[in-house]
């Protein structure tokens, strides 16, 4: 009975994208691209609605990207989140979205209530599709610095329903 509610259990998935980046790193790498002042500000402005829709967290995961990372950093400090961090090559633009599927239903099946993800577009949009429709061909675009919340009816299943959807704008202006 015990493992029926288990998998009974909700899961929480929040899907983050990178705040505005710079066009073009000194070093000209992408993975080095660094937000700009602008993006840092714009996601720290979203912080405080942030908190308001991010529940406890159990894992944080995100794109080992410059940009990712250090959105990564604000969305931590912004939710209070202290524990750990993992950085995962599942999450940059060009990996198949079910690969971070697979990584969700490792984490839930091992217990994880709210996970989050910083990654990018389009990988995000079909990762959110997927998780929405269970099809990896319909995409949802993310705007820069936008935050989803998706609650699934079971660890059994991460398809769900979509909770809130807000742009770093509009978290700017409600908090």
Not at 97 to 103: C, I
Request: glycine residues 10%; proline residues 5%.
């Amino acid at each position: 009975m015990a493992a029926a509610a288990c998998f009974a259990a909700r899961v929480h998935i929040h899907l983050l994208r990178h705040g505005i980046a710079e066009d073009a790193a000194p070093s000209g790498a992408d993975a080095d691209r660094a937000l700009t002042d602008e993006g840092r500000k714009r996601l720290r402005k979203a912080a405080e609605a942030w908190r308001a829709v991010v529940e406890p967290l159990d894992l944080v995961l995100t794109s080992p990207l410059l940009r990712a990372r250090q959105t990564c950093e604000i969305f931590c400090a912004a939710v209070g989140f202290t524990g750990e961090v993992r950085v995962c090559s599942e999450l940059v633009p060009s990996a198949a979205p079910s690969l971070a599927l697979q990584l969700f239903e490792g984490e839930a099946l091992s217990g994880a209530n709210a996970i989050a993800a910083v990654g990018h577009e389009p990988h995000l949009g079909y990762l959110l599709g997927l998780l929405l429709t269970g099809q990896g061909r319909l995409p949802v675009p993310f705007k820069k610095g936008m935050l989803v919340g998706v609650e699934t009816a079971s660890r059994a299943s991460l398809v769900g329903q979509l909770r809130f959807a807000l742009t770093q704008k509009l978290a700017g202006e409600l908090g």
